[in-house]
DNA sequence: TCAAGTCCGACCATCCAAGTCGCAGATTAG
DNA sequence: CTAATCTGCGACTTGGATGGTCGGACTTGA
């Protein structure tokens, strides 16, 4: 099933925080752990690596912060779930290269309902923008 | 974050099949391990809520196994995570009995958005059936 | 220049779910 | 009655996620 941790939500409640930020202004690690209630250490983890993945801009030394790198409106939460909880393998029959053989088992013909739900949820997951909410 | 576990991954297949049983049949936990390459210690363990739940009648003894206490059509994908992942708290601010104080703190003006999220989730296991799956 | 404040990366500790093992209780086949 | 087979229940091990610590690099302001 689609795991959904809880560093998808720390970076939710930043991306938010940063989306309602005035234009050219930036929140540090510190500000937005300790407004929002985060973890102190992780919360710098979790924006490391919404940085890498292009969604935010850090800038670094005294006065510096995250600011966000995308229109809000642009960013659904799904993408958000990727990045900090990585990729969602949705089928894990598909491991190795014979998918031929795997969907002979028997097994493999009563999961792909699961599949149909984890559709479902990731739709919504799809659908849903950081604007949005 | 509304937490999705592998148990209920089980779960669903288990009760799927037993869903597709003719009047009457019944499964072992043994059976629907090797059929559906589920984990074959843990399997009557997710059986056992289930049971527990009033969702699955078991028999015990040779010749035993589950079958479905109720209608496919009226079981929720939701009421199986509820069962086997546990009450989802939407609101982890709630606990103890402050919620007035709780309110007026600045990080839970925020997170009323992932209750959002979390509901329409919810709205998408609480809709589906497991005869629907 | 210097000091303060920030991001960044690697490493370690802790916690919880996943999975395993073993034994007791219950029921049926022979 | 006996043996086989199943559920039921608890304790144990393990692996991944979570959270914490430390040192290094960079930028700003005095």
């Given amino acids: 099933m689609i795991r959904l941790s809880r560093k998808a939500d ?11 930020l005035p234009e050219g202004d930036s ?6 752990a300790e407004r929002f209630h985060l973890p102190q250490d992780l919360t710098p983890k979790v924006m490391a690596k919404l940085v890498t993945a292009g969604m935010v801009e850090a800038s670094m030394g005294k006065m510096g912060g995250y600011r966000l790198a995308r229109d809000p409106a642009d960013i659904t939460v799904a993408e958000v779930v990727r990045i900090l909880d990585g990729e969602q393998h949705i089928a ?28 479902a949820v990731m739709n919504v997951l799809e659908t849903m923008t950081l604007a949005q909410l």
């Fill in 27 to 32: 929140l540090s690690a510190r500000e937005l």
């Fill in 92 to 119: 894990p029959c598909q491991q190795g290269d014979l998918m031929g053989e795997c969907s002979r088992l028997e097994g493999c013909e009563i999961k792909s309902p699961l599949d149909t739900l984890n559709a």
């Fill in 10 to 20: 720390y970076g939710l409640v930043a991306l938010k925080a940063l989306g309602g």
